[in-house]
T-cell receptor, first 113, second 114 residues
């Protein structure tokens, strides 16, 4: 039972354009959502998060949107840069403390110069 | 600024051998976690330690044991390695006493079991 799902294994965008990565979940008890970025041979690096009491959170070029009724979140990167090329994982936790994360499968983002 | 340190970075084992993966964090976090990542899949939680002295099973605990040695260190042991345990193992930590605390990850241990 895949509780967090990223349906697009890969995404390719042009430098300067918007990248939109999507994530769906099935567990209505999830209370805290995160996006991680992962380069090859490194561990995941925290990017941005959102609590279930909000529907949007921004940090520089990165914005996360949460639609609780649709059980859907998305990550927008504007403008996209070649250094953003990495695998992006969404993750969710039933606890606001961020314990016991459930991860999606990941989306490989490639930003072309 | 080390963060979460995992050793070793790579290891090859034969089926039936045992091994302990080490993890240490220097961020004074109270909670620590072990995940595994397999090709085409997200990270899956093996075991976690909410605080020093406690450990709990995650999603995929079979074949593993853990020890929370002190606040800084959390080890993962494979008693009798099997080919199905070939994976990349990540350790993470956070401060579970507060809300909205992202987990911070080490760079992983790549384990191959022949």
């Amino acid at each position: 039972d895949q509780q967090v799902k990223q349906n697009s294994p890969s995404l390719s965008v042009q430098e300067g354009r918007i990248s939109i990565l999507n994530c769906d979940y099935t567990n209505s008890m999830f209370d805290y959502f995160l996006w991680y970025k992962k380069y090859p041979a490194e561990g995941p690096t925290f990017l941005i998060s959102i609590s279930s009491i909000k529907d949007k959170n921004e940090d520089g070029r990165f914005t996360v949107f949460l639609n609780k009724s649709a059980k859907h979140l998305s990550l927008h990167i504007v403008p996209s840069q070649p250094g953003d090329s990495a695998v992006y994982f969404c993750a969710a936790s039933e606890e606001t403390s961020g314990s016991r994360l459930t991860f999606g499968e990941g989306t490989q983002l490639t930003v072309n110069p | 600024n080390a963060g979460v340190t995992q050793t070793p970075k790579f290891q090859v084992l034969k089926t039936g051998q045992s091994m302990t993966l080490q993890c240490a964090q220097d961020m004074n976090h109270n909670s620590m976690y072990w995940y595994r990542q397999d090709p085409g899949m997200g990270l899956r939680l093996i075991y976690y330690s909410a605080s020093e002295g406690t450990t709990d099973k995650g999603e995929v605990p079979n074949g593993y044991n853990v020890s929370r040695l002190n606040k800084r260190e959390f080890s993962l042991r494979l008693e009798s390695a099997a080919p199905s345990q070939t994976s990349v193992y990540f350790c993470a930590s956070n401060n579970r006493a507060y809300v909205n605390q992202p987990q911070h990850f080490g760079d992983g241990t790549r384990l191959s079991i022949l």
